[in-house]
């Protein structure tokens, strides 16, 4: 049994149950109250490494897969609008060329420096969304641009990138992985909310 200072949260018809304190229930004026979680399912659970097993690699994958593909989609949504407004010709090198010099000398290596930088803070809000978890924010955005290098390098036929490349997108991965881990655990610590019943 719970101790003094707990309060038993039951799903109804459940097998189980979760405790949180009482102190938090009654400053909200609602001691005494039963409570379940609104997001609770009834019944038994799978056991946690069974759903793991099944479902993890599939989800990994499609996580993976979303990532990388609103990332080109955001990153052509920008390129098209900078077309639109600045006349910036259109081509797959402003996605996969290593040998683009990204500077703020032109017109066109300024909008597509912005455009890397800007599309990988734009990857934090992918990861809050996609990922929603903070401690694989850095695993997954390491993927995706470890694939980006991968294809830009088949593109620009295994040319060895220029140094202002890696510090573009080596400045964009850490922006990406800062801003998603705080956005992920912004969206970790909200509290679960509680249906009243009785």
């Known amino acids: 049994a ?14 189980r149950a979760r405790t949180v304190t009482t102190a938090r229930l009654a400053a909200r004026g609602n001691a005494g109250r039963r409570y379940i979680y609104a997001d609770e399912e009834s019944g038994p659970r799978q056991p946690m490494f069974r759903r793991m ?43 996969f060329d290593v040998h683009t010099k990204l500077s703020l000398a032109t017109q066109s290596a300024f909008l ?55 510090l573009v997108h080596g400045a964009a991965l850490i922006g990406m992985v800062v801003l998603g881990e705080y956005l992920c655990s912004r969206r970790e610590l909200r509290e679960i909310p509680l249906a009243t019943i009785g």
């Open 2 to 15: 719970p101790g003094p200072k707990t309060a038993v949260v039951a799903p109804a018809g459940a097998t």
């Open 53 to 95: 097993k099944r479902y993890d690699a599939v989800l990994i994958v499609l996580q993976m897969i979303a990532l990388q593909s609103w990332y080109y989609a955001l990153l052509g949504a920008y390129f098209a609008c900078c077309h639109l407004l600045f006349g910036l010709t259109l081509n797959m090198d402003r996605f």
């Open 112 to 166: 597509e420096l912005a455009g890397v930088l800007g599309v990988g803070i734009g990857g934090a809000w992918l990861l809050a969304i996609i990922v929603e978890k903070s401690r694989k924010c850095l695993d997954f955005a390491a993927t995706l641009y470890a694939a980006h290098l991968f294809a830009s390098l088949c593109y620009s036929g295994f040319a060895v990138p220029r140094w202002t490349w890696w």
